[in-house]
């Protein structure tokens, strides 16, 4: 089958956890005989430009402007009637208004993989919800990207079809490391270190990480970029911490090393924005405990509390200091946790478990029109 994945942004332009899940499933779907094109939007491009990749074909829209994060794009939708004829199915990711208008130019079936509500944007919601009730009722089929999801979202509990679990899932083999890099981090950091990595967005708690950085002598490695970098790092100079090292944005390879020398991954969360966590899967692929807080998303689907780590409360810095001190000083019970966490990672976290499930439902839904 011909799929059209679309959504917003996308790799190798962009490097957020869902394009990397867009990714991870059109490798896996090629297995099974499916051809994939993406499409995304660009402000980097002036006019529509074609990318091959490894996985299938990657088409690039100018995005003219961005509302509430939402980007549009006049010439995709000009030209994305005649596109979708050209595939079986459409899959979208959710959220992304522009594509709820999109799909409203084609009859061709489509998946609507609903990544998140949305939190933010309670204003520009109420403008939005009769059309994203069309969108996602019109679906063939909706997926949810974890059953903590699926339960608590005020949205996927209102509609008619109960939506498919199927979880975001990266590649099930640890990849390679590289010795320099390992040699190099190993050098500059202690022995014992929480890592972050994240961007620096206004849900991923990193102001609650660095307060809780002044009531521990743990050392915490931050890693990633943003706006909001400026702010944090004021943060850390005026409380004079010295067991804070910001690392900035990290390259994979750099970020698979540092996953490989870390005490835990730590992902602070406040808000339900932070409805899933990749680097949450990263971390349990390694074989790491996790400290991660309770959302009600699919945070708390990948790490089981007192399992595969610990689960705190959001915006609680005194909790959070005391999880990274316990684990750095309970090293056989970190270990056992980081053991749970890579078999829960197999049983329910990989690529391959996410492709042999789309390719399941692309099938029911083309046997079925």
């Known amino acids: 089958m011909n799929i059209l994945h679309v959504y917003k942004c996308a790799l190798p332009l962009s490097t957020g956890g869902i394009e990397h899940v867009i990714e991870e499933l059109c490798q896996q779907t090629i297995k099974f005989g499916h ?44 030209a994305f009637r005649q596109l979708a004829q050209q595939h079986d199915i459409l899959h979208f990711q959710f959220p992304w208004p522009f594509a709820d208008v999109l799909a409203m130019l084609t009859n061709r079936p489509y998946v609507v993989t609903y990544q998140s509500d949305i939190v933010r944007q309670r204003g520009w919601l109420k403008l939005y919800r009769p059309l994203m009730k069309r969108f996602l009722s019109r679906a063939a089929a ?35 490391l590289d010795t320099a890099l390992v040699a190099r981090f190993s050098a500059q950091l202690p022995d014992k270190f929480i890592l972050f990595i994240g961007a620096f967005r206004y849900y991923k708690g990193i102001d609650t990480l660095i307060e809780a950085a002044a009531k521990t002598a743990v050392h915490i490695v931050i890693c990633g970029d943003g706006p909001l970098r400026q702010t944090f790092e004021s943060q850390i100079e005026a409380q004079q911490l010295d067991n804070v090292t910001l690392l900035g944005f990290v390259e994979e390879g750099e970020k698979n090393a540092l996953l490989s020398l870390c005490t835990a991954l730590v992902l602070p969360s406040g808000y339900a924005s932070e409805a899933y966590g990749m680097v949450l899967v990263e971390a349990a692929r390694m074989g790491k405990p996790l400290i ?28 959070l200091a005391s999880a990274m001190t316990w684990l750095s000083e309970h090293p056989e019970q970190a270990t056992e946790m980081g053991q749970a966490s890579r078999q829960r990672f197999a049983d329910h976290l990989t690529a391959s478990r996410m492709g042999v499930a789309y390719d399941g439902l692309y099938r029911s839904i083309m046997a079925a029109v």
């Open 142 to 176: 909706v997926t949810a990207s974890s059953p903590n999801l699926l339960k608590n979202s005020p949205v996927l509990s209102q509609l008619t079809k109960t939506p498919v679990v199927i979880p975001n899932g990266i590649g099930d083999e640890i990849p390679a």
């Open 292 to 319: 991660s807080t309770e959302l009600g998303t699919g945070t708390t689907f990948i790490n089981q509390a007192d399992k595969t780590g610990l689960v705190l409360p959001p915006g609680d810095a005194e909790k």
């Open 35 to 78: 051809r994939n094109t993406i499409v995304c939007l660009s402000d980097k491009v002036a006019d529509k430009q074609t990318m091959d990749l490894p996985y299938g074909q990657l088409i690039v829209f100018p995005q003219n402007v961005e509302i509430a994060s939402c980007g549009f794009s006049l010439s995709l939708l000009k």
